[in-house]
């Protein structure tokens, strides 16, 4: 198989539904101003990436517009970067080195998040002729391509195809993603952990559940005497029936309160480490879960709650 190449990515401009190409070359190098210094990840891109991954700049310009294979010494690096190697000064125009390469800084990253797996605070981006150069390498790490609509994603993914095949001796040796297809293999992934993640909270409700079958049925077998006495004072089996449930009720209704407000820790506690990871439950998530544990309680507890009504109230007083 061949490497994709800055000329594999200017074929694919050809096609009238393609709006934007980004090549995207990936490395790691020293990176030092001064006397402060750290290892850190180096992309090499065009000044299209910036659109392509909707992200904002925080300070200075992004890349800019230039012919791919001019090696423009210019980067543009994320905010921890900036912090790291330049603290409180000024960082813009400012000369940084990259392995034995010097490039001047000409903006700083705003957006937050991931990109090709790294923090995008903790890259530098250069143009990916630069990276090339700073590298020693004419292959790129991957092209990322816009189509100008919905539409044309199916058939821009054909042109590609078509066209690096053409260019690569007739050898199929490159593989097209598309957003569609990231999506479904998410979908996929979260299908399966809701269903494994579902299948757990179904055995600990049952667990649960047997819980509090068993409380309920002590509770029962120690107060067989009260039982009795309020059965030869008149109550009926319907009274004792309501009487075990609304405990059990209590009991079910306290321990799903207990585990919503350890449940809200856990997500203040995630949201705090993890300030890009939603972890809010819906309302009706909320809601469901404290009525499926009040129905479990209750239904668990109809046994002991029918063992108690149907006491003999002779025999339980004899037991006293």
Known sequence: PRDLTLDD???????YRVRRIAPLNVGSAEVSHGERSRESVILG???ELLTIRHW???QGR????????RPTPVAVIGSTIRNELFGARRALGEWIRIGDRRFRVIG????EGRSIGVDVQEIIIIPVAAAQQLFNTASLFRVLVEAKNREAIGPVKRFIIKTLQARHQGVKDVTVITQDAVLATFDRILGALTYAVGGIAAISLAVAGILIMNVMLVA???RTAEIGLLKALGASPRQIVILILAEALLLSLLGSVAG???GEVGSLVIRHALPVLPAYAPGWAVLTAVLVAITTGLLFSLLPARRAARLDPVQALARR
Not at 62 to 69: A, I, N, R, S, V
């Open 9 to 15: 990515a200017l074929a694919l401009t050809r096609s």
């Open 220 to 222: 029962v077998s120690q």
């Open 260 to 262: 919503l407000v350890l």
């Open 56 to 58: 904002e700049m925080g």
């Open 108 to 111: 700083v990253i705003g957006s």
């Open 45 to 47: 891109s065009s000044h």
């Open 62 to 69: 992004f890349l800019p517009p230039m012919d791919l294979d």
